[in-house]
């Protein structure tokens, strides 16, 4: 397995695009924006996109997945439903930020213990609401890499006062989804550097043993 990261959209969100190395077939996990970087990303790379994996209904996440997807035609798999609220009203909130977004139904929405492939991969899906009800995150064991979208960051955590956001079910999901999966675990979150669940669990003010008491 093999990752890049691609920053979009005026809020430099974190685009992955991840590919499987013996087929070469991968997927762009939160394409919110700039269509035409992430196409060249892809076509650098040499990588045939075969789907779109959507971490949670942020406009910088997902406002142009859709869009993409149309035109490529491609599958758009995630988040939960429980963020369908949120991509409806993609076509609302581009304008107010200043953003081109598009509304879309997903081809597959997921829920907590579903996988996805990427050519040979496989990845587990894990519900982690908190930033938004229906965010999840994606997980390859074997690679001990996860996507966590706004979960988690290299010192902080995702906002949780937005609209059906939850601070306790955010710390929640943190400690009793991801923590389980290994302190090895290296991942990419929506915005900033990577780090890894370790780290985390040792610095994070937010999230950390200590800051848990």
């Known amino acids: 397995m093999r990752a890049a990261i691609i920053p979009v959209t005026p809020l430099q969100q974190n685009c992955s695009l991840i ?6 077939k991968g997927a762009l996990v939160d394409p919110g924006g700039d269509l035409d970087r992430l196409k060249e990303a892809v076509a650098k790379a040499g990588v045939t996109l075969e789907k779109i994996l959507v971490t949670h209904g942020h406009l910088d996440h997902c406002g142009q997945a859709g869009m993409l997807a149309e035109e490529l035609g491609l599958p758009i798999e995630g988040p ?4 369908r609220f949120w991509i409806d009203q993609l076509d609302d909130d581009g304008p107010r930020w200043g953003m081109v977004a598009k509304s879309f139904t997903p081809t597959r929405w997921l829920k907590h213990g579903d996988t996805v492939t990427v050519g040979e991969l496989t990845l587990d899906v894990i519900h982690c609401p908190g930033h938004t009800p229906g965010h999840v995150v994606f997980f390859h064991e074997p690679s001990r890499f996860a996507i966590v979208g706004d979960v988690l960051f290299q010192g902080s955590i995702g906002r949780t006062d937005f609209p059906r956001g939850n601070h306790q079910d955010l710390i929640d999901s943190i400690t009793q989804r991801l923590w389980p999966l290994g ?3 290296m991942f990419i979150p929506g915005h900033g550097p990577t780090s890894t669940f370790g780290r985390e669990r040792k610095t994070n003010a937010f999230v950390s043993d200590y800051a848990l008491g």
């Open 80 to 83: 939960h439903e429980d963020d």
């Open 19 to 24: 590919w499987c190395t013996k087929t070469m």
């Open 183 to 185: 302190e090895d675990v």
